[in-house]
């Protein structure tokens, strides 16, 4: 069955970077574009951009771009989202979405890992 | 590119119907069928239950249905359950390979 799974709560500092993965299964990783998206604490969801995982061509939304990357590794069918220099607003939980190329929708979402910053 | 506009609540009892409202633009909702809706619980990640307008994903109940009319898109939700109390998002295509959530809306079940 298809499964996305993240890696595991962090705390970080303003300043600081973080990785977040999302190793997918049950699929082929290629067939479908990776999708993130960001939802701070009680609010709503926000689309941050997607990665076609053919090509590993990123595309960022506004207000995501510069400090956000979105990376592969295709050999342990895993996606990335890097996060630099954190600010306090960064803290949210971040979900990995795969997503149909042809109808713009995400059918399966990883569990969420929640990303705090904080001094 | 702005949020599409979702009502912040609804609220219906039990066995009645209800629908959620989705307003965009002309650059998005209006010019593609690309509507979806997702479903999220508490503390859960969300779950997709309309793709491309009104098509609905393996497993998810008939009970759920989604139209869109101009530049608003419409989910429907008849029979309420209990269960379906969640929190409710309609999302977009925006052209250049974007997307655009709604604001969410909250889903009481009297």
């Known amino acids: 069955q298809v499964q996305l799974v993240q890696s595991g709560s962090e705390l970080k500092k303003p300043g600081a970077s973080v990785k977040v993965s999302c190793k997918a299964s049950?699929?082929?990783?290629?067939?479908?574009?990776m999708n993130w998206v960001r939802q701070a604490p009680g609010q709503g969801l926000e689309w941050m951009g997607w990665?076609?995982?053919?090509?590993?061509?990123?595309t960022y939304a506004q207000g995501f771009t510069g400090r956000f990357v979105f990376s592969l590794d295709t050999s342990v069918s895993t996606a990335y989202l890097q996060i630099s220099s954190l600010k306090a607003e960064d803290t949210a939980v971040y979900y990995c979405?795969?997503?149909?190329?042809?109808?713009?929708?995400?059918?399966?979402w990883g569990q969420g890992t929640l990303v705090t910053v904080s001094s | 590119q702005s949020a599409l506009t979702q009502p912040a609540s609804v609220s219906g009892s039990p066995g009645q119907s209800i629908t959620i409202s989705c307003t965009g633009t002309?650059?998005?909702?209006?010019?593609?069928?690309?509507v979806s809706w997702y479903q999220q619980h508490p503390g859960k990640a969300p779950k997709l239950m309309i793709y491309?307008?009104?098509k609905r994903p393996s497993g998810v109940s008939n009970r759920f249905s989604g139209s869109k009319s101009g530049n608003t898109a419409s989910l429907t939700i008849s029979g309420l359950q209990a269960e379906d109390e969640a929190d409710y998002y309609c999302c977009s295509y925006a052209g250049s390979s974007n997307w655009v959530f709604g604001g969410g809306t909250k889903l009481t079940v009297l």
């Open positions: 002309s650059s998005d909702v209006g010019s593609y069928n690309l």
């Open positions: 990665i076609n995982t053919n090509t590993g061509n990123p």
């Open positions: 491309e307008g009104s």
């Open positions: 979405a795969r997503g149909e190329y042809s109808s713009s929708s995400a059918d399966y």
């Open positions: 049950g699929y082929t990783f290629t067939s479908y574009a």
